[in-house]
């Protein structure tokens, strides 16, 4: 059974760095049949996508995050990170990383995620 | 605001039917972009109930089905129960090269 597990801090400071892993175990990262996504959510809001990672590292972002976000690999250890620089309060957020089968769509940045990781709250603040 | 227009609340009574709509626009949804639904129950991670448009993965009940028409799509779940009580989203793609997910829509079980 897959499953995925984010890891990282739960307080950053104002403009600071937010880092997070996500591990995979079940699976490997490595396979080119999936592509592997990051969304958040701001407490008692909705579903915000990040970025997401193809072929062991290739990458595409939200263009309104693109300036501050890198998604990166690391399949040795079946894990890929993010990390989304210069945080400010509106960065406050469960954050989770998902799975997206490359055979879900027509539209390969188009995916749909099947599985999630259980979330893990970043909170923002001095 | 969300790219893509979900209606805040929905509520149906326990056997009844329901649907939630997703309301997009020539560059997400009428540009042919496949629409995804998800549950959402609280304090749990968003799970997949409808992929490309119409298809439900393993595992989901038949109560629930989707259709697309146009810069919209829809949600559709029949034979409501409690445990269906949850957010729902839906998501596409935007010729803006994002991924959007709609803003949610909040189901009550009466």
């Known amino acids: 059974q897959l499953q995925l597990q984010e890891s990282g801090p739960g307080l950053v400071k104002p403009s600071e760095t937010l880092s997070l892993t996500c591990t995979v175990s079940g699976g490997s990262i490595s396979s080119t049949r999936y592509y592997w996504g990051w969304i958040r959510q701001p407490p008692g809001k909705g579903l915000e996508w990040i970025g997401s990672m193809y072929d062991s590292g290739s990458t595409y972002y939200n263009p309104s995050l693109k300036s501050r976000v890198t998604i990166s690999v690391d399949t040795s250890k079946n894990h890929f990170s993010l990390k989304l620089n210069s945080v400010t309060a509106a960065d406050t957020a469960v954050y989770y990383c998902?799975?997206?089968?490359?055979?879900?769509?027509?539209?390969?940045?188009?995916?749909?995620?099947?599985?999630w990781g259980q979330g893990t709250l970043v909170t923002v603040s001095s | 605001q969300s790219v893509l227009t979900q209606p805040p609340s929905v509520s149906g009574a326990p056997g009844q039917r329901v649907t939630i709509s997703c309301t997009g626009s020539s560059s997400n949804i009428g540009a042919g972009y496949d629409v995804h639904w998800y549950q959402q129950l609280p304090g749990t991670a968003p799970k997949l109930l409808i992929y490309g448009d119409i298809n439900r993965p393993s595992g989901v009940p038949d109560r629930f089905s989707a259709s697309k028409s146009g810069t919209s799509a829809s949600l559709a779940i029949t034979g409501l129960q409690a445990e269906d009580e949850a957010d729902y989203y839906c998501q596409s793609y935007d010729n803006s090269l994002s991924v959007i997910f709609g803003g949610g829509t909040k189901l009550t079980v009466l």
């Open positions: 998902a799975r997206a089968p490359s055979t879900y769509s027509s539209s390969r940045y188009g995916l749909p995620f099947d599985y």
